[in-house]
C-alpha cells in the first residue's frame, strides 16, 4: 500500500509543501507561496535591523501550498498522506495568550509588529543579549555554555525581552513564548496552549539555553535577575523537549478537512529548517552540511563519546538529538551570504529603478517589463564578469559582515567592509570581492571547528544558491580546499522534514533509515583547484586583518583626519 507524507519548509520569503512517497522518496509535487504581507514590506524596519512577520502570513501559506500540492497529485495520493512535519527559521519567536494564540491574532493587536513572529534576523535586541552575556559570565554557572559561550541578538530570550521592555500593551497581554516551529504542529494538532504544547529540543537547545544539566531552561532566579519582566515565564514555558522525531499528535478533524487530508494524519514536532534541511541531505557524522541561501547555516551531527565533554566555542550550540536522535548537533552560520549579493544588486539598481520610474518615454507595461529584466540579469551578468577576473588580479578585499556576525563568535554589531578600492574598482571586480567574502567568511567557521577538533570529513551544500551558481561553489570549494557535494533536490529542507513525517507515521523506526530510502543524491560535486587555493590563501591573511580592524573599530567614533 502506498504512503505518502508531507514536508513543510519555511523559509525568511516563503513556505513550501512538498509530498512524498514515503517508501522511495520519490517527489510526487511541490507548491511554493511568498507570505503576502512580508513581500509588501509590511511590519519591518530595515533601517533599525526589525523584521516581523505575521502569522497570517504562515496560516494562508500553509494552506495554500499543501492544497496546491495535492491537487498536482493523482486523487488517491491526498487519501494516503500518513504524516506531516514542519520546519522553519529560527529562532523566530512571538507573545501568545495563555490559550497559545498568538498576540497579532487577535483584534486589538492585529497590526502591532510586536505581537508577531520576530524573524530570526531581527537584530533589534543586540543590549538584551549582551546582557545575557555578561550575567551569565559571572553567574556560578554559564547557561550559555552549550550554545557557544555567546549569546545572539538573533535568539530566543534576547528578543522576547526586547518585545517586552518596548510595549507596554504587549507585555501585559502575553502570557508565554511560542517558537515558530512549535506553534505550526501545535495549530494543527489543537494543542495550542503553552503548557501543552510539544516543545522542539532543536529550538529549545541551540537558542534558549535549555539543557538537561541544568534541568532544562536558565532557572527563575537568573531570568529574574537578567531582568524582572521575566519573572514566572520559566513556568509558562516548558522543562521537556523533543527531537523531530517524536509525534506531535493527530492532524485535527477541522484541519484535516480544510486541507483535505486523512483525519489519521500523524504531526511530527517541528525543528529548524538548516536542522531538517541537513537529514534531507543525507547528513552522517562528521559531514559538514552548508545550507545556503540569503543567510548560511552549517549543520552537523557527531557521537556523544567522541566530545568526550568538550565544548564548542563560539557556534550555535551543541545539543542532544537536535538534528538526529542519539548524536549532538552542532550549528554555525553566517547572518548574509546570498543577502550581500542581494545588497550590491539593490546598488547598482537603484539609479535606473529610479529613472524608470520617472521617464516619459516608455509606457507602463514596458517599464515593468525592463526593471524585471534589469532584475534577474544583474546578478547573471556579474558573475560572467567576474568569472574571467583571475583570484590574483584584483587587490579588492571585503568582509561578509553586513547583517553582523553569527559564527565564529556572535557580533551583531560588526558591519560590512571594503578595501582597495581605486579608480579602476569595477563592478564585477567588487562583486567578486563579495563572492570570496562569503566563502572566507565559511572558511573562518570551518578553522573554529578545526581547532576545536571536530573533523570534518566531507562537504555537502543544499540551498538555492549551491544549484544556480558554480561560480559561488567553485570559489567557496577552492577557499575551503575541500570538495564539496551538491544536494540533488531543490527543496532539501522540505525533504528532511518529509522524512521525520514518516518517521512519526510509523513508516520508518527511525531517521537514519528514511534517509537510506528516500535520499535523492547529489546533482554535482567541485573540486578545489590548489592553486587557487594557495592564491585565496593570501587573501584570506588580508580578509582576517580586515576584519580585525573592523571588528576594533566598533563603537568607537570616526577619529577626524
Same mark, same amino acid.
Given at each position: 500500500?502506498?504512503?505518502?507524507?508531507?514536508g513543510?519548509?519555511?523559509?525568511?520569503?516563503?513556505?513550501?509543501?512538498?509530498?512524498?512517497?514515503?517508501?522511495?522518496?520519490?517527489?510526487m509535487?511541490?507548491?511554493?507561496?511568498?507570505?503576502?504581507?512580508?513581500?509588501?514590506?509590511?511590519?519591518?524596519?530595515?533601517?533599525?535591523?526589525?523584521?516581523?512577520?505575521?502569522?497570517?502570513?504562515?496560516?494562508e501559506?500553509?494552506?495554500?501550498?499543501?492544497?496546491?500540492?495535492?491537487?498536482?497529485?493523482?486523487?488517491?495520493v491526498?487519501?494516503?498522506?500518513?504524516?506531516?512535519s514542519?520546519?522553519?527559521?529560527?529562532?523566530?519567536?512571538?507573545?501568545?495568550?495563555?490559550?497559545?494564540?498568538?498576540?497579532?491574532?487577535?483584534?486589538?493587536?492585529?497590526?502591532?509588529?510586536?505581537?508577531?513572529?520576530?524573524?530570526?534576523?531581527?537584530?533589534?535586541?543586540?543590549?538584551?543579549?549582551?546582557e545575557?552575556?555578561?550575567?551569565?559570565?559571572?553567574?556560578?554557572?554559564?547557561?550559555?555554555?552549550?550554545?557557544?559561550?555567546?549569546?545572539?541578538?538573533?535568539?530566543?530570550?534576547?528578543?522576547?525581552l526586547?518585545?517586552?521592555?518596548?510595549?507596554?500593551?504587549?507585555?501585559?497581554?502575553?502570557?508565554?513564548?511560542?517558537?515558530h516551529?512549535?506553534?505550526?504542529?501545535?495549530?494543527?494538532?489543537?494543542?495550542?496552549?503553552?503548557?501543552?504544547?510539544?516543545r522542539?529540543?532543536?529550538?529549545?537547545?541551540?537558542?534558549?539555553?535549555?539543557?538537561?544539566?541544568?534541568?532544562?531552561?536558565?532557572?527563575?532566579?537568573?531570568?529574574?535577575a537578567l531582568?524582572?519582566?521575566?519573572?514566572?515565564y520559566?513556568?509558562?514555558?516548558?522543562s521537556?523537549?523533543?527531537?523531530?522525531?517524536?509525534?506531535?499528535?493527530l492532524?485535527?478533524?477541522?484541519w484535516?478537512?480544510?486541507?483535505?487530508?486523512?483525519?489519521?494524519?500523524?504531526?511530527?514536532?517541528?525543528?529548524?529548517?538548516?536542522?531538517?534541511?541537513?537529514?534531507?541531505?543525507?547528513?552522517?557524522?562528521?559531514?559538514?552540511?552548508?545550507?545556503?541561501?540569503?543567510?548560511?547555516?552549517?549543520?552537523?551531527?557527531?557521537?556523544?563519546?567522541?566530545?568526550?565533554g568538550?565544548?564548542?566555542r563560539?557556534?550555535?550550540?551543541?545539543?542532544?538529538?537536535?538534528v538526529?536522535?542519539?548524536?549532538?548537533g552542532?550549528?554555525?552560520?553566517?547572518?548574509?551570504?546570498?543577502?550581500?549579493?542581494?545588497?550590491?544588486?539593490?546598488?547598482?539598481?537603484?539609479?535606473?529603478?529610479?529613472?524608470?520610474?520617472?521617464t516619459?518615454?516608455?509606457?507602463e507595461?514596458?517599464?515593468?517589463?525592463?526593471?524585471?529584466?534589469?532584475?534577474?540579469?544583474?546578478?547573471?551578468?556579474?558573475?560572467?564578469?567576474?568569472?574571467?577576473?583571475?583570484?590574483?588580479?584584483?587587490?579588492?578585499?571585503?568582509?561578509d559582515?553586513?547583517?553582523?556576525?553569527?559564527?565564529?563568535?556572535?557580533?551583531?554589531?560588526?558591519?560590512?567592509?571594503i578595501?582597495?578600492?581605486?579608480?579602476?574598482?569595477?563592478?564585477?571586480?567588487?562583486f567578486?570581492?563579495?563572492?570570496?567574502?562569503?566563502?572566507?567568511?565559511?572558511?573562518?567557521?570551518?578553522?573554529?571547528?578545526?581547532?576545536?577538533g571536530?573533523?570534518?570529513?566531507?562537504?555537502?551544500?543544499?540551498?538555492?544558491?549551491?544549484?544556480?551558481?558554480?561560480?559561488?561553489?567553485?570559489?567557496?570549494?577552492?577557499?575551503?580546499?575541500?570538495?564539496?557535494?551538491?544536494? !540533488?533536490? %531543490?527543496? =532539501?529542507?522540505?525533504?528532511? @522534514?518529509?522524512? *521525520? #513525517? $514518516?518517521?512519526? &507515521?510509523?513508516?520508518?523506526? !527511525?531517521? %537514519?533509515d =528514511?534517509?537510506?530510502?528516500m @535520499?535523492?543524491? *547529489? #546533482? $554535482?560535486?567541485? &573540486?578545489?583547484n590548489?592553486?587557487?587555493? %594557495?592564491?585565496?590563501?593570501?587573501?584570506?591573511?588580508?580578509?582576517? #586583518?580586515?576584519g580585525?580592524?573592523?571588528?576594533?573599530?566598533?563603537?568607537?567614533?570616526?577619529?577626524?583626519?
Amino acid at each position: 500500500m502506498k504512503k505518502y507524507v508531507i514536508g513543510l519548509d519555511y523559509g525568511s520569503d516563503s513556505c513550501r509543501a512538498i509530498v512524498v512517497d514515503a517508501l522511495t522518496g520519490k517527489e510526487m509535487a511541490t507548491s511554493v507561496r511568498c507570505y503576502p504581507r512580508w513581500s509588501a514590506g509590511k511590519y519591518c524596519d530595515p533601517q533599525k535591523n526589525s523584521y516581523r512577520q505575521h502569522p497570517l502570513d504562515y496560516v494562508e501559506a500553509m494552506e495554500q501550498t499543501i492544497t496546491e500540492a495535492l491537487k498536482k497529485c493523482p486523487p488517491e495520493v491526498a487519501k494516503s498522506v500518513v504524516g506531516l512535519s514542519f520546519d522553519t527559521t529560527g529562532s523566530t519567536p512571538v507573545p501568545v495568550d495563555e490559550s497559545g494564540t498568538p498576540l497579532s491574532l487577535l483584534p486589538e493587536f492585529a497590526e502591532n509588529p510586536n505581537a508577531m513572529f520576530v524573524l530570526w534576523k531581527d537584530h533589534t535586541a543586540v543590549a538584551e543579549a549582551e546582557e545575557v552575556n555578561a550575567l551569565a559570565k559571572k553567574w556560578e554557572v554559564d547557561y550559555t555554555a552549550y550554545e557557544g559561550g555567546v549569546y545572539s541578538s538573533e535568539w530566543f530570550w534576547a528578543k522576547a525581552l526586547h518585545v517586552l521592555r518596548a510595549d507596554v500593551a504587549v507585555r501585559r497581554a502575553a502570557y508565554s513564548w511560542v517558537e515558530h516551529c512549535d506553534w505550526m504542529p501545535a495549530l494543527l494538532t489543537g494543542r495550542t496552549q503553552p503548557e501543552q504544547l510539544a516543545r522542539s529540543r532543536c529550538a529549545a537547545g541551540h537558542k534558549a539555553m535549555w539543557h538537561e544539566q541544568w534541568g532544562g531552561l536558565p532557572p527563575e532566579k537568573f531570568l529574574a535577575a537578567l531582568d524582572p519582566l521575566l519573572a514566572g515565564y520559566r513556568g509558562r514555558l516548558y522543562s521537556q523537549t523533543f527531537p523531530a522525531s517524536h509525534k506531535a499528535g493527530l492532524i485535527t478533524k477541522e484541519w484535516a478537512d480544510r486541507l483535505g487530508l486523512p483525519h489519521t494524519t500523524a504531526v511530527g514536532v517541528g525543528a529548524f529548517d538548516c536542522h531538517m534541511g541537513a537529514v534531507g541531505a543525507g547528513i552522517r557524522p562528521y559531514t559538514f552540511v552548508r545550507v545556503i541561501g540569503t543567510s548560511t547555516c552549517d549543520v552537523m551531527v557527531v557521537k556523544p563519546d567522541d566530545l568526550s565533554g568538550k565544548l564548542i566555542r563560539g557556534i550555535c550550540g551543541q545539543v542532544d538529538g537536535s538534528v538526529i536522535p542519539g548524536m549532538v548537533g552542532l550549528e554555525a552560520g553566517q547572518s548574509s551570504f546570498g543577502d550581500v549579493y542581494a545588497w550590491f544588486k539593490r546598488v547598482l539598481a537603484f539609479p535606473a529603478q529610479a529613472i524608470l520610474a520617472q521617464t516619459n518615454l516608455l509606457d507602463e507595461e514596458t517599464r515593468r517589463r525592463l526593471l524585471d529584466e534589469l532584475g534577474e540579469k544583474i546578478i547573471p551578468e556579474l558573475t560572467r564578469e567576474a568569472e574571467k577576473i583571475p583570484p590574483q588580479a584584483s587587490a579588492i578585499v571585503a568582509t561578509d559582515w553586513l547583517n553582523g556576525r553569527r559564527t565564529p563568535d556572535a557580533n551583531q554589531l560588526l558591519t560590512g567592509s571594503i578595501t582597495g578600492l581605486s579608480l579602476g574598482a569595477t563592478a564585477p571586480l567588487i562583486f567578486r570581492a563579495l563572492v570570496e567574502a562569503t566563502a572566507f567568511g565559511s572558511k573562518a567557521i570551518v578553522d573554529r571547528f578545526v581547532r576545536e577538533g571536530v573533523r570534518i570529513d566531507s562537504v555537502t551544500a543544499i540551498g538555492g544558491i549551491s544549484l544556480k551558481s558554480p561560480f559561488v561553489m567553485q570559489t567557496l570549494a577552492d577557499v575551503l580546499n575541500m570538495p564539496i557535494k551538491v544536494c !540533488k533536490t %531543490e527543496q =532539501a529542507c522540505a525533504l528532511g @522534514a518529509a522524512m *521525520f #513525517a $514518516a518517521v512519526v &507515521a510509523g513508516v520508518y523506526e !527511525k531517521v %537514519e533509515d =528514511a534517509q537510506q530510502d528516500m @535520499a535523492q543524491g *547529489f #546533482a $554535482a560535486e567541485y &573540486a578545489p583547484n590548489p592553486d587557487r587555493h %594557495e592564491t585565496y590563501m593570501a587573501l584570506y591573511k588580508r580578509y582576517l #586583518a580586515l576584519g580585525k580592524f573592523t571588528a576594533d573599530s566598533v563603537n568607537y567614533p570616526a577619529t577626524p583626519l
